[in-house]
């Protein structure tokens, strides 16, 4: 009522749902700040060495009830809200997500910083205050349109403004010598403005500080144009900075290749390092030669790259410290992660977009090279100047103390593949660390039924140690404890079941199997796969209706990136599918397919507990880890997956009688993409996979003009192997329908997948970074 009050200034006869989340908000923040100075005044007392963490991305989603959650209030405030006649959900969901991130990698930023607080480790997040996140995805005739986002088109609660923590930018101009040091004397700059949002750990021991930049003129408008009534020209400065910090790049995995998004790139980086710099001379002095006992950089991918020729030129330029030095501080503070190994995602800018945007960082990167390559015996093909470009991967691994991959098979295919030159030079240097989510967002917090099942049954401890869901393995006999989880499933089912049908009209049954792909769109996810089977599927339903099917509901759920011609065409072919199954009588009983739109966090917390079935379906190889799969494994989802990614530790884990494998394993797949006309021959000796492509030719699911050129790709050159794994794929999910359509069976199955998931939690995983890389 206080913050109704005297913060949004409205008494409570006049307040809308917007005024009292936002109260709440601020009444939950007051709580947070407490345990968030407490924690600096720690790390800054003891001297304490701090993570930082570099992103591009952080897909944090909603905030309020997940700190609701760690500040142990969800009870009081339910009693809270309902003495002032509100209703948790509509507050909870008036919330706009803040969709700074595209996928995996921006989420998995998110996981980590709630792991940081909730394991008390001193940490900053480093980002980039997006104005617009992700856009806003609708279909229109089945195909995505894109809108922009505006999460900051109103008050955001969470943030406090550093104006006292600006740092100046610059970009491009000259470098010249000065007494015979480099000067860089930039032609443009920015400044960069701190936004603070406190993330609370579980049990609100500690809060980090998740620090977001955002762009600001040096100079806010040309006075001097204005009093001469150019109103336009004034505001240009402004106008200019802010597009540094406007939008997120919409795009997953290709190198937009684009002025803009490099010097965005810089601009997180830069503002982090003076950041961290400023505060490790507030905190132990000038001498920077202990840089690496109090400060471990994390480079979240190759997009903070540039942070080893900046740290370097801070170091040399700013701090007098020789190269050598520099360098030698600069690999020992920082760290590389490495999210992928599609080619098109791992960074180049050419030298000239360099040198013209970054000179001086152009002439440290050479400077880095030479050293790496004299210092190695000048090997072949490590160097980080290739073909007139720099190549970002080989510079963050070059720069780094440890490079890790996500997932053991990612980390084994980065030393054999795209790093295998730069791992012989330096076998100790990459380290695994599959990926992992937050138990507290993923599980107690989405998923109240089985939380409070797993409470009851195992008391709450998983939620701090989710090792502790391994007590649930005894249970997995148990026929009382199995009618409760089928129970906890089947009323997130039902959630969803009736908000499918007032969003798109879909009546789903909820004894059907819910089946769930929901991640970006791209063609190494094959979603192509899944709704080509469900093609087939639909058609065997249509020549025996009588038939003994087990009734599904496919759902799918994801954007494709705007300039991704395939993933687009993928997505109108689902819908157009969608529409044609779901309005045929005939199979309408055993087959639907639901795609809602704009697929993002909050729907995924929606999703991922009503889901039987986890599609991860990636080609062998492609998804370097994947973190869905493991949220659905935690929440008694069981996975059709093939040996990709962390797919593979899920199944070693539940056991493979409890996860239903399919495909070629990465090493087949290679061997089977180097056939030529691997497809067509593929094709050919499948019936199911024939008609699915016949139908769909013959304009059974909208104007087949829209699929020739998908036709034509899946036919001739299907480089993600839908082909070759169709067949494969296809019995797999009959033997789904078997084993569901045994109701005891799939229950224990299930239980043994939640019990077997505690790996999975992000604790598991940063503790791995403190003890391999950061010693913190
Ligand atoms: N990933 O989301 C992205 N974006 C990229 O540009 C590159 C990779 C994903 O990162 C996740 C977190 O590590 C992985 O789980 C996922 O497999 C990968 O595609």
Redesign the pocket.
Same mark, same amino acid.
């Given at each position: 009522m206080y913050h109704l009050t005297h913060t949004q200034g409205r008494g409570p006869e006049f307040a809308t749902v917007f005024d009292w989340r936002l109260a709440v908000s601020y009444t939950i923040r007051d709580l947070i700040v407490t345990p968030w100075m407490a924690g600096h005044r720690t790390s800054r007392d003891n001297k304490l060495k701090r993570v930082y963490y570099l992103s591009m991305e952080f897909l944090i989603g909603r905030i309020l009830g997940d700190a609701i959650i760690n500040l142990g209030l969800d009870h009081q405030m339910d009693e809270a809200l309902e003495s002032l006649g509100l209703n948790r959900t509509q507050i909870l969901e008036d919330e706009p997500d803040a969709a700074l991130g595209?996928?995996?990698?921006?989420r998995?930023a998110a996981c980590f910083m709630e792991s940081l607080s909730s394991l008390g480790v001193p940490a900053f997040g480093y980002g980039i205050r997006y104005e617009h996140g992700l856009f806003r995805q609708r279909f229109a005739a089945g195909q995505q349109v894109e809108t922009p986002e505006d999460w900051l088109n109103q008050p955001h609660p969470w943030e406090f403004v550093r104006v006292d923590y600006s740092y100046t930018i610059g970009f491009k101009g000259e470098v010249e010598t000065v007494d015979g040091h480099s000067v860089w004397l930039p032609g443009e700059s920015v400044v960069a403005r701190a936004y603070d949002t406190p993330v609370i750990g579980w049990q609100a021991n500690w809060a980090n500080t998740l620090r977001l930049w955002g762009a600001q003129p040096t100079n806010l408008f040309d006075l001097h144009r204005f009093n001469a009534g150019d109103y336009a020209a004034a505001a240009e400065p402004e106008a200019l900075a802010r597009t540094l910090s406007r939008v997120l790049y919409p795009d997953? +995995?290709t190198d937009q290749g684009k002025e803009l998004r490099l010097k965005q790139e810089y601009f997180l980086t830069s503002a982090a390092l003076q950041d961290i710099i400023r505060r490790f001379v507030a905190e132990h002095g000038e001498d920077l030669a202990h840089l690496p006992d109090k400060v471990a950089i994390q480079l979240n991918?190759t997009h903070p790259a540039i942070a080893g020729p900046e740290l370097i030129r801070l170091l040399m330029d700013e701090h007098d410290l020789p190269f050598a030095q520099s360098l030698d501080l600069a690999r020992r503070t920082l760290n590389y992660t490495n999210? +992928?190994l599609l080619p098109e995602?791992l960074e180049r800018w050419s030298i000239w977009l360099m040198g013209h945007v970054l000179p001086r960082h152009l002439q440290i990167i050479r400077m880095i090279d030479e050293d790496h390559r004299k210092s190695t015996g000048r090997p072949a093909n490590v160097s980080i100047i290739d073909h007139d470009e720099v190549r970002m991967g080989e510079l963050a691994f070059i720069m780094a103390g440890k490079v890790n991959g996500?997932s053991a098979l990612h980390t084994d295919l980065v030393r054999s593949t795209v790093f295998a030159d730069l791992h012989k030079l330096h076998p100790d240097r990459i380290v695994n660390l599959t990926?992992g989510v937050t138990p507290r967002r993923w599980l107690r917090m989405s998923n109240p039924p089985l939380a409070r099942l797993l409470d009851k049954t195992i008391g709450t401890g998983w939620t701090g140690d989710l090792d502790l869901l391994k007590g649930l393995a005894p249970y997995a006999d148990d026929g009382g404890f199995l009618d409760e989880l089928r129970a906890a499933k089947r009323q997130n089912k039902v959630a969803l079941s009736n908000g499918l049908l007032a969003d798109l009209g879909i009546n789903a049954d909820p004894e059907a199997i819910f089946d769930v792909q929901v991640k970006r769109m791209h063609e190494y996810k094959r979603q192509l796969l899944n709704i080509l089977e469900t093609i087939a599927l639909w058609h065997r339903i249509h020549e025996s209706p009588n038939g003994d099917w087990t009734p599904r509901l496919k759902i799918f759920g994801g954007k494709a990136a705007p300039g991704y011609w395939t993933a687009k065409t993928i997505i109108h072919l689902i819908n157009d599918v969608a529409k044609t199954i779901n309005d045929d009588p005939v199979t309408s009983q055993f087959l639907k397919i639901a795609y809602p739109p704009n697929y993002n966090v909050s729907m995924a917390e929606k999703l991922i507990p009503a889901a039987d079935l986890s599609e991860q379906i990636s080609t062998a190889g492609k998804?370097?880890?994947?973190?869905g799969n493991m949220k659905f494994t935690m929440n008694g989802a069981l996975t059709i997956g093939t040996l990709d990614?962390a797919n593979v530790e899920i199944r070693e884990l539940v056991g493979p009688d409890n996860f239903f494998l399919f495909g070629l394993t990465a090493a087949e797949a290679e061997t089977e993409k180097a056939k030529p006309g691997h497809a067509r021959a593929a094709i050919e000796k499948s019936d199911d996979m024939k008609i699915a492509l016949q139908l769909i030719a013959e304009g059974r699911f909208g104007r087949p003009e829209h699929y020739y050129a998908l036709l034509d790709r899946t036919w001739n050159d299907d480089p993600f192997l839908v082909a070759s794994d169709f067949d494969s794929y296809y019995r797999c999910q009959r033997s789904v329908d078997s084993a569901y359509a045994d109701h005891g069976h799939w229950d224990r199955m299930s239980a043994l997948n939640i019990a077997s998931s505690g790996f999975f939690s992000s604790d598991r995983t940063i503790r791995g970074y403190m003890e391999t890389i950061w010693h913190v």
């Open positions: 595209n996928g995996g990698l921006g998995l997953d +995995t991918d999210h +992928t995602a996500v990926n998804e370097a880890s994947g973190t990614g």
